[in-house]
């Protein structure tokens, strides 16, 4: 008897929920709604691309095995997006965005004298989209914004939004991903991606030859308008007064705006306050830099979109822990560890990626972690008190404890195994091997305890 899409989906929630937090269970996978099953395809709604995106990256193995268990054959997940009273139906957010890149070496002034509605080249990138933008707490409010942006350009509580933040936390990214994603539901609207200084250099030709008109006609044009770094904008009275007048047209008629700065609009200098106002009257979301598990996940994505196998994940959390400060460095060591590995010919272990991260960002003795660092976290973790962990109590709670920090103490640490023995209470080094090996076997049937290890390791970071 063939099972309804309702009995289905039970059975696949059931089997997700055995293998997921309940925390992430009931964030991610409570909300999605069966709609109907057929030619090997399940069609689930999910309320926005967020959960696609989370899904896809995080648990898109999960669901495959699970979805051909249940079903016996091979199945395809199929999303109906709803966002803003909106249904957009996507396979995979993945697909590369249908755009032309930016070509090196191209005359730097763009087209805006010919006639207004002309094709536009719209400046993106088409390697940067949503299916490669990494969602975490740093990022999430602008992220979820511009992904609801992109659903329905200038028709979202979110015009103009203004993202600030510090350099490399992915802000340009977000701009061509709003852009790309726009473009691949309407591929006739008219999106541009540009600089604030390279909106300043057209100002400038068109002041000079006499064609201010035609600059702010062109510009006016638009349906989306994506500048970056829009602080450079600061002290140049000319433009701004041109840019007002822009602002305010595209605003007026329902098109979208999306700035990117590296401060917030109150901490801008040397902006008319008419503009600062402006920029105010949408959403105002600060990029931060990213967390430790951001940092995990995006060095995870940038390997699996690298099609790189085998690097260790001692290797990932070891970056993680050292490269704090921006996606760029991320994905610079993460590149030069590959190049490395296949220029020289040797695997991606750690000593070579000591060797890469102490070249590429600073690594003081105040991030290097000390065994005795990690027993305390542990201590603090499970509420014990460090003289029982150096005791010879074979409690469970404190055994089970000490493990813990034996196994922690020698994956992100450079200390030996006999003086992790010595601080813990005094063992010999059979004991941290023995410990070691027992948390490794109880990671892999226990997700309560593997939850617990990575909630410290987070700590750690």
């Not at 063939?2 to 059975?11: G, I």
């Not at 309940?22 to 409570?30: S, T």
């Not at 992915?170 to 701009?175: A, D, E, M, S």
């Not at 027992?438 to 309560?448: L, R």
């Amino acid at each position: 008897m063939r099972l309804s899409v309702n009995a289905l989906w039970e059975k696949c929630a059931a089997v997700i929920r055995d293998n997921v937090d309940n925390e992430q269970y009931v964030y991610l996978f409570a909300p999605i709604e069966p709609l109907k099953y057929e030619n090997n395809c399940l069609w689930i709604r999910v309320p926005s691309y967020f959960y696609v995106e989370q899904l896809e990256n995080r648990y898109s193995d999960l669901i495959g095995k699970t979805l051909n268990r249940v079903t016996g054959s091979p199945t395809k997940l199929m999303y109906q997006v709803s966002i803003s009273d909106t249904s957009v139906t996507v396979s995979s957010l993945r697909e590369t965005v249908g755009s032309q890149p930016v070509i090196p070496g191209r005359p730097s002034g763009l087209s805006f004298f010919r006639p207004a509605l002309q094709r536009l080249d719209p400046q993106l990138s088409p390697s940067l989209h949503f299916g490669n933008f990494v969602a975490g707490e740093s990022n999430r409010l602008a992220r979820t914004a511009g992904l609801s942006i992109a659903a329905n350009p200038g028709k979202t509580i979110f015009n103009p939004l203004f993202v600030h933040g510090k350099s490399g936390v992915g802000k340009t990214h977000l701009l061509h991903a709003i852009g790309n994603a726009t473009l691949e539901k309407n591929p006739q609207a008219r999106v541009l991606y540009i600089s604030s200084h390279l909106f300043q250099v057209q100002y400038s030709q068109a002041y000079l030859q006499n064609k201010i008109n035609d600059f702010i006609h062109f510009y006016q044009s638009l349906d989306v308008l994506l500048i970056d770094d829009i602080h450079e904008l600061s002290g140049k009275t000319g433009t701004q007064n041109v840019f007002f007048h822009i602002f305010n047209q595209l605003h007026q008629t329902g098109k979208q705006l999306v700035f990117t700065c590296d401060r917030a609009p109150k901490d801008l200098q040397g902006v008319e306050e008419r503009l600062l106002t402006r920029f105010k009257w949408g959403l105002t979301a600060e990029m931060k830099q990213p967390d430790y598990q951001l940092r995990v996940d995006i060095l995870k994505n940038k390997i699996q979109q690298d099609g790189v196998e085998g690097i260790p994940q001692e290797v990932i959390e070891y970056i993680a822990r050292h490269a704090k400060d921006n996606v760029r460095d991320l994905e610079g060591i993460i590149t030069s560890l590959m190049a490395h590995s296949i220029i020289n010919g040797r695997n991606i272990d750690m000593e070579l990626c000591r060797q890469i991260v102490e070249s590429s960002v600073q690594v003081g003795e105040d991030d290097k972690l000390s065994v005795e660092a990690i027993e305390q976290q542990v201590c603090d973790y499970y509420h014990i008190d460090r003289d029982l962990i150096h005791s010879r109590s074979k409690k469970q709670e404190v055994a089970q404890a000490r493990q813990i920090a034996m196994y922690l103490a020698k994956k992100h640490t450079d200390s030996s195994l006999a003086h992790i023995g010595l601080v813990l209470g005094n063992r010999n080094h059979a004991t941290v091997i023995y410990a070691c090996k027992a948390v490794e076997g109880w990671m892999e049937t226990d997700k309560n305890l593997r939850s617990d290890i990575q909630k410290i390791e987070a700590q750690l970071a």
